[in-house]
């Protein structure tokens, strides 16, 4: 006997059509991406309709049952019903809900540390509210390596400003890297906001010009506060930023994204490991201090062999308040040191995001080939903290031009770090994932 589907909440037309397409979708068998490939809509977009919040336009509701074979014209009256229940227009709010959204998900638990960053965005806060609504609005954009707390901060620090925001919080994970697979198109991006502010799309189809112009309309001198967490590229988030307003848009990603720094005013915020006190910090908040303090020479090496990663130390803790594999620091600390273990040690069973060899992974699987070949050549070359140009070179091959190009996208993606005067450096946990990755392609 199948799972019985939760209801959808509320009474009257409305509820009963966001009912009635989610049943024709499921009847016809289709999961929302693959209708809305067949129909020409965002994934978001049907999501809305489902959820029955904004009755959709009639194009929409008619193109979402006419896909799933449903005869849309039987539904008609229906919709006219929902339609004026609701008394939405495609350029208004809905009636009744003058509600500022409040979209920001849970912070991260016992978030530790990040006391300068915490300042420097808090900064960047009051810099937004002096601005009189004149001025484009302030953005900052925080990168780092895989598992370093971009989203985490950022979700710290919203949540401890939101307040200060009268037009409300927005958030949108943008799926540039991770288990998702296919990043959010722009389109989808300014669809998703669009429906947070509690509006329609401007057309059954808009184009990208089209939707950005609706969005900037409705953002234009809103104080709010954006999270655009995980993103690609510079594409993906350009089209996002109003063109005026008080506002506070941050950006995470692991691509360093210089083009919103040059052409966009963007501030950067590039963050490395924890301070050594705040590891321990945060090992002790999960693991008990009275634990952790029983050996501080092995907690110091735990520290060091994570390499003063948060998603890796809270890992680590998990595996020590469990203590069925890992009774003491020192054991823990002994399996981490194995090279051919300590991937294995640093994942948790059943997710994907818990697992520093899969957060890993998606950095490696957006890189170009003849990056993700470099970087294959020098993690299994060189298992070394430091290494030069000239030796990276020459293991790559090819033109020292193109090598460095090579370089150079690791680095902006924080495979690689670069550390000035023709220097890199290749941390442990990337060049043994590189090693896998080289052997698997051998």
Not at 264 to 280: E, F, N, T, V, Y
Not at 359 to 377: G, K, N, Q
């Amino acid at each position: 006997m199948g799972r019985r589907k939760t209801p959808i909440t509320g009474s009257g037309s409305a509820a009963q059509l966001a009912l009635t397409l989610s049943k024709a979708r499921e009847s016809a068998g289709f999961t929302l991406r693959e209708l809305a490939e067949r129909i020409g809509y965002s994934p978001s977009t049907l999501a809305s309709a489902e959820r029955g919040r904004l009755t959709p336009s009639w194009a929409v509701t008619e193109a979402f049952l006419n896909g799933c074979g449903t005869p849309a014209a039987e539904w008609r009256s229906l919709w006219a019903a929902a339609k004026t229940e609701q008394a939405v227009d495609p350029v208004n709010p809905v009636a009744g809900d003058e509600r500022a959204p409040a979209q920001l998900p849970r912070g991260t638990p016992r978030f530790t540390g990040r006391v300068r960053e915490l300042a420097h965005l808090d900064a960047l806060a009051e810099s937004a509210e002096r601005n009189d609504g004149q001025a484009p609005p302030t953005v900052c954009v925080i990168d780092g390596t895989a598992g370093v707390g971009k989203t985490a901060l950022a979700l710290q620090f919203a949540h401890l400003v939101a307040g200060r925001f009268s037009g409300g919080q927005l958030f949108v994970n943008l799926q540039g890297y991770g288990p998702c697979g296919k990043p959010l198109t722009p389109q989808e991006v300014l669809l998703q906001l669009m429906h947070g502010l509690g509006h329609s799309p401007p057309s059954p189809t808009p184009n990208i010009d089209e939707l950005a112009g609706a969005y900037r309309t409705l953002a234009a001198r809103k104080n709010m506060l954006i999270v655009l967490d995980n993103a690609l590229n510079v594409e993906q988030v350009r089209p996002v930023i109003p063109g005026y307003g008080p506002g506070l848009i941050i950006i995470t990603s692991r691509n360093r994204l210089h083009g919103l720094v040059v052409r966009d005013d963007a501030i950067q915020l590039s963050l490395d490991g924890l301070a050594h006190d705040d590891c321990l910090a945060l090992l002790a908040s999960i693991a008990t201090s009275q634990f952790v303090g029983s050996d501080p020479q092995a907690a110091d090496r735990l520290v060091q062999l994570c390499e003063r990663l948060p998603l890796a130390l809270r890992i680590a803790a998990f595996h020590l308040t469990t203590r069925r594999d890992y009774r003491s620091l020192s054991e823990l600390a002994a399996a981490l040191a194995a090279d051919d273990r300590c991937l294995d040690v640093l994942s948790v069973d059943g997710d994907e995001t818990a697992s520093m060899r899969s957060v890993l992974s998606w950095s490696y699987h957006s890189l170009p080939e003849d990056a993700a070949r470099a970087f294959r050549v020098i993690g299994k070359s060189l298992m070394r903290p430091e290494f030069s140009a000239a030796q990276a070179v020459e293991l790559i091959g090819g033109s020292r031009a193109q090598a460095l190009a090579q370089l150079h996208a690791l680095t902006s993606v924080h495979m690689f770090h670069d550390l000035g005067d023709d220097r890199y450096a290749l941390h442990r946990l990337v060049a043994l994932y590189a090693s896998e990755q080289a052997r698997g392609c051998s």
